[in-house]
């Protein structure tokens, strides 16, 4: 599934919980904390792709040690990540 905000992106969790997800920090200006939360709560793996600094992602909890991709993403270690998870 892919959301193209964060509002989105918590709707569809309410109707489909994931077994993995690959988040990228920020959704159309807004930052993806609450949907990492809520995959934090229910225990689902998550990895991001993001081009944010390693810095700011330290300021949120919830993402701090979260493995980051960066990107570009390079696809066959986003799978081989995914699988990991």
């Known amino acids: 599934m ?3 905000s964060v509002g989105q992106a918590v709707e569809l969790l309410k109707s489909q919980r994931p ?3 690959v988040l990228d920090v920020t959704l159309n200006g807004e930052k993806i904390t ?3 939360v809520l995959l934090k709560t229910w225990g689902v793996p998550f990895v991001l792709a993001s081009a944010s600094d ?3 992602l330290a300021r949120h909890d919830v993402l701090a040690n979260v493995p ?3 990107k570009p993403t390079d696809m066959k270690r986003l799978v081989e990540v995914v ?3």
């Open 54 to 56: 390693p810095a700011e």
């Open 2 to 4: 892919l959301a193209g």
């Open 19 to 21: 077994d993995a997800a």
């Open 83 to 85: 699988r990991s998870l």
């Open 34 to 36: 609450p949907v990492a």
């Open 68 to 70: 980051n991709l960066g």
